[in-house]
């Protein structure tokens, strides 16, 4: 599709779910105006980006993610580092869709990056489903955001604060809060009343190859998910959880993909990242703890 069909379809998308939307600044309504941009009555305007994602931002952001990460993350997707991840969110999602009590789903990615796995799960939940399934993916960052509206014009990508979602009360069925940081405030407002919460949080294991070359033993020692789980219990009625462990096996190119990608290389120097890469490691941990929640 070009540049300008990508921008018509993404703008006849928003026309369509235009309801979901409201200003991030007056928080009116937001409509659709002249195929180009989002207008509230109060005359904030949001211009659709070419690649098709509209920014919501009202004020820059900068943020420790840049497009190499994001690269890196769309290929370690590529490479099906997250897919029994992603399988079995969308069956927990399809499992859960009758006590939700609608017939559309409608999901919201709080922290899309670059979109891949608001993407897969998409077209999951929909084939389980057999039924349309509308995903909205939003981020602080306009690189992960643009690369996410370049390859998937099937669902809504927006560069928004999570602390002012563009969104009015009670539009989502699904927020999805995947390796990312939360805002339950925010979420509790989104969501319907019998809609899910579903964070996904590392556990102990998670790239514990990748750890014990970059970090000492106290430091390792010292990483829990115990604190995330408990401000969740806190903000969120917590229904189910759940730990998901696999190995997966990466070449050398996926490996060096994955360093990119994780947070965890972020303290590490040029020498370490080079030392872990010419360790040759072939198996990676997979270690995450997946929250389901329901508003209190
Ligand atoms: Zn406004």
Redesign the pocket.
Known sequence: MTRSGKLLASARLMEQNKALFR?P????ALGVDEVKSLL?????RFDLAKQGYVNMLTNPSRTKYDKRMFEARKMINQASFFEPLLVRLSEIISERQESMGNDKVVLLDAGCGEGSHLSALREKVSSLLESDVLGIGIDISKEGVQMAARDDGSNLWCVADLAKCPFADQSFHVILNILSPSNYAEFERLLTDDGLLIKVVPDSEYLKELRSLLYTESERQAYSNEQTVELFKQSFELLHQERLQYKVHLDPVQLEHLVYMTPLSWGADEQQTRQVLSKHLNEISCDFLILIGRKK
């Open positions: 200003c600044i007056c928080r009116d509230c009555v109060n005359g904030h």
